[in-house]
């Protein structure tokens, strides 16, 4: 018999609340996403991002108006205001009407709009992680994982929140980039829309959620960081070329 004494049991670490995952999304990442391999719920952050959300939503209609919105997104696109131009009077007007009544009321998807996005993006990287790098993850993982990384993209709509209630004016409003985290958000309408859509592309905050993107990847699907993150930049990179070169060529 050996006289060695035994070792006491490993701790197993301690499973986090949601709301400890929601905080430690933003200052340990990588506890976040050690715990959805131990539970893959995504329902707080849907929930947290769902409301944030409408409240954007809400204040838009409040502080702009969605006919001043669906305005705005014609003066800032020089090839739909030559189409509207190209109207007579009456029908400039019922385009326009028609299309704020469509605004009006497909805006207040946000919540399924929400669970669709994250379903295409958690399947890409899913399969793009287990199957170009031998990755383990399963898609319910993956599938939380969107959700708590794409968490700091609801701050841009905290802070148009903010910035819609301290008075800004309502004719400058781009519902498609409400706040200056970005380079193409101070360029001019008259700049080329492939050049705006590219540097609008290079967000902080879109970078930051690529990086949890990244750290997720390589938790939930037991790769190296250096694969996840080829996994996930390059799938974003080639979506901004992709888009810029379609702008492009459509002019």
């Known amino acids: ?7 006491p049991p490993a701790e197993s670490t301690p499973a986090l609340s949601q709301w400890e995952r929601l ?16 539970s893959p719920s995504w329902w707080m952050p849907w929930l947290v991002a769902s409301i944030v959300g409408l409240a954007f939503v809400f204040a838009v209609g409040h502080q702009v108006g969605w006919s001043q919105v669906v305005q705005n997104a014609i ?28 605004t009006s009321m497909t805006v207040y998807f946000v919540p399924v709009g929400l669970l669709i996005v994250a379903l295409l993006g ?38 148009a929140i903010i910035t819609l209630f301290a008075g800004i004016d309502p004719s400058s409003f781009n519902m498609q980039n409400p706040v200056g985290t970005n380079l193409g958000f ?26 949890l993107l990244t750290i997720g990847c390589a938790k939930v699907g ?30």
């Open 122 to 159: 958690a399947a890409i990287l899913w399969l793009t992680v287990n199957f170009l790098f031998g990755g383990q993850a399963r898609f319910s993982e993956m599938y939380a994982v969107w959700f708590y990384a794409t968490l700091p993209l609801a701050l841009t709509s905290l802070l």
């Open 23 to 38: 905080i430690d999304t933003f200052i340990a990442p990588a506890k976040t996403f050690a715990d959805i391999r131990r």
């Open 186 to 211: 101070y360029l001019s309408s008259d700049s080329a829309p492939w050049l705006i859509n590219l540097l609008k592309s290079l967000d902080v905050l879109k970078i930051w959620t690529a990086i």
């Open 75 to 102: 003066h800032q696109n020089p090839k739909a205001m030559a189409k509207l131009q190209a109207l007579g009077p009456g029908q400039a007007d019922a385009a326009i009407q028609m299309q704020t009544k469509i």
């Open 1 to 7: 018999m050996s006289d060695s004494p035994a070792l």
């Open 222 to 251: 037991k790769i190296k960081i250096s694969s996840a993150a080829v996994a996930v930049f390059g799938w974003w990179i080639l979506g901004i070329l992709v888009s810029t070169g379609f702008i492009a060529i459509m002019g």
